[in-house]
Nanobody
């Protein structure tokens, strides 16, 4: 089994930056494709960014692709999300997710077998 724990969330003003981290225990990250999702109050969980397990290719939703950067360190079993130029619309609970599937549709939450409990990100105007 894999357990995922997110950290790094907090309150930040619009235009600011945060760095989120997700740490895994149990099995190594290396076989897994990894992703970050977020969920705003009253909204469905939405895909933010993913990173492939072997190629390291990254996939960003359009609204964050010039502001967010995902990275992984398989030796440390961590995946990070560097967020810059934050906007109020980025507010939500951010979740780390992992799957052994090579995603063709990264935004389909049902393909991810493991989820963290989330970390709150709040961006004020």
């Amino acid at each position: 089994q894999v357990q995922l724990v997110e950290s790094g969330g907090g309150l930040v003003q619009a235009g600011g930056s945060l760095r989120l981290s997700c740490a895994a225990s149990g099995r190594t990250f290396s076989p897994y494709a990894l992703a970050w999702f977020r969920q705003a109050p009253g909204k469905e969980r939405e895909f933010v960014v993913g990173i492939a397990r072997s190629s390291g290719r990254t996939y960003y939703r359009d609204s964050v692709k010039d502001r967010f950067t995902i990275s992984r360190d398989n030796a440390k079993n961590t995946v990070d999300l560097q967020m810059s130029s934050l906007k109020p619309e980025d507010t939500g609970v951010y979740f780390c997710a992992a799957t052994l599937i090579s995603p063709s549709d990264w935004g389909r939450s049902g393909i991810y077998s493991y989820w963290g409990q989330g970390t709150q990100v709040t961006v004020s105007s």
